[in-house]
């Protein structure tokens, strides 16, 4: 589009620039002209755009010129009733959009694995939230999407339901009958928000899934510097239905938000917007190549599987890989890093690649990477099969301890052996994906446990708990 070839915020920032000024204002490196030193040049081109809210240079929290002109290129680019930059991630959109449609509470439908921070939110506004487990892929022996039986037998058990957060799709890539879930919940009335951090790129269109945007999400947060080319903490937030109040949504984003937001960061996403927006069939025809040519030399080293998405639905730039030799997903990982070779995560079983969205005509080291790790993983062909961890949690649940309850309790250590049937006083979170396993709330049952000893002895890391390696859970007392 020919709207999209503008870059209306990191244009008026050259613009700035060119003008030599000097400064007598925030920040205190005055255009990087500060502390400047030989081993630092890199750092100070990065802060010539590190400005304020000068003339030209617009407001994020109130937004008139620049800015105001980037945004609107956003929402039209992803056809928007209004979209917004974020500058504190995705976890500050996943915050401001539970707060601005939960109430105290509230029951709410959360797909089971979501991400910390969408629980975090459902404990600062103290909803209730009703867990909706999803399938569990036996091939990938990962945890997929929620069904749309699940959510039909849930709203049916909780009719009074305001709202149905769903993350898609998941880290893998993987993606399900969203659009099922969508038509469902809007027919009760239910606004639905969808964590899609990882799929901001999705509405290149065919045969990438469609994005939450497409299928008429009511809010949808986006991290567009995980597969786009912006800057770390650099998200989206785009507002679709008629079941959300805008107002509010504004409301909690100038809460939430820094009052100091980094235009390196701001003016990245703009840079992003752009190169999406001038996305061609030319690029994507090249793209698919790409990761064809990729994905070939990798099934050809004999201690690893690629893994094809089910019904040949996902994320093309999610590449997984299945250890196919005594190593499992962890130790494969250190293989590769130890190449030179830094994946996104690894789990008992996978490996996960994200792809770059390349265009027609770059280049990015696929041949060498793909080499390097033939090389790590030589002499690993004998096919040695891992203990499977059987999933069989319950469908629909809720916290065993309400969140306006539990901050009264008391807390104690008690050793992972002693925790069966106890009620979790922590977040026990495997990072990434930083999909909690264990929630502060939840009654703590033998399966859960077994999946911790079982991640523990695999060599995965957590965040959320700093005993836990040492073999202890914290849990709250209810007597």
Request: glycine residues 6%.
């Amino acid at each position: 589009m020919k709207t999209q070839s503008k870059k209306p915020l990191y244009e008026a920032l050259v613009e700035h620039v060119k003008k030599k000024p000097i400064s007598f204002h925030v920040p205190g490196h005055k255009y990087g002209r500060i502390n400047q030193s030989d081993d630092c040049r890199l750092f100070e081109q990065i802060l010539q755009i590190d400005a304020t809210e000068l003339t030209g240079l617009d407001d994020l929290h109130s937004p008139e010129g620049a800015i105001l002109e980037a945004e609107t290129l956003l929402a039209k680019l992803y056809q928007t009733k209004e979209s917004f930059f974020l500058v504190n991630g995705s976890t500050v959109g996943n915050l401001a959009m539970i707060l601005a449609v939960c109430t105290e509470g509230a029951q709410v439908l959360v797909q089971r694995n979501c991400h910390k921070s969408v629980l975090n939110a459902l404990r600062l506004v103290k909803a209730r939230p009703v867990f909706l487990e999803p399938e569990y892929d036996q091939e990938w022996k990962i945890a997929a999407g929620v069904s749309v039986e699940t959510v039909k037998q849930a709203i049916n058990l909780y009719p009074n339901a305001k709202a149905i957060i769903l993350t898609y799709p998941n880290y893998y890539g993987m993606t399900y009958d969203l659009q099922g879930i969508i038509d469902l919940c809007h027919l009760h009335q239910i606004p639905v928000l969808v964590d899609e951090a990882h799929g901001a790129h999705l509405i290149i269109g065919g045969p990438f899934p469609p994005s939450a945007v497409q299928l008429g999400a009511d809010i949808i947060v986006q991290s567009a510097h995980k597969t786009l080319p912006a800057m770390t903490m650099g998200s989206f937030l785009h507002v679709n239905g008629n079941l959300i109040r805008m107002e509010k949504v504004k409301e909690y984003l100038g809460m939430l938000q820094s009052s100091s937001p980094s235009y390196p960061i701001m003016a990245s996403l703009d840079i992003a917007r752009h190169y999406l927006g001038t996305y061609e069939q030319t690029d994507l025809s090249f793209l698919l190549a790409e990761i064809r040519h990729f994905k070939e030399a990798l099934a050809q080293i004999p201690a690893v599987k690629v893994l094809d998405f089910p019904n040949s639905h996902g994320d093309l730039l999610k590449i997984t890989i299945q250890t196919r030799c005594e190593l499992n997903g962890f130790d494969l990982q250190r293989r590769f890093e130890d190449a030179g070779i830094y994946t996104e995560l690894a789990d008992p079983y996978n490996v996960l690649f994200i792809f770059p969205l390349v265009k027609d005509g770059q280049h990015f080291p696929l041949a060498e990477a793909a080499n390097k790790i033939e090389t790590a993983l030589q002499g690993l062909s004998n096919y040695k099969v891992i203990d499977e961890l059987i999933m069989d949690g319950q469908k629909i649940s809720q916290l065993a301890v309400p969140y306006g309850e539990m901050e009264d309790l008391a807390e104690e250590m008690v050793s992972i052996g002693e925790a069966a049937g106890c009620i979790c006083a922590e977040m026990i979170i495997p990072y990434p994906p930083g999909v909690p396993l264990l929630l502060r709330g939840e009654r703590i049952t033998n399966e859960k446990l077994n999946q911790l000893k079982w991640l523990l002895q695999s060599g995965a890391r957590f965040q959320g708990s700093f005993d836990v390696k040492q073999g202890n859970i914290k849990i709250l007392k209810t007597t």
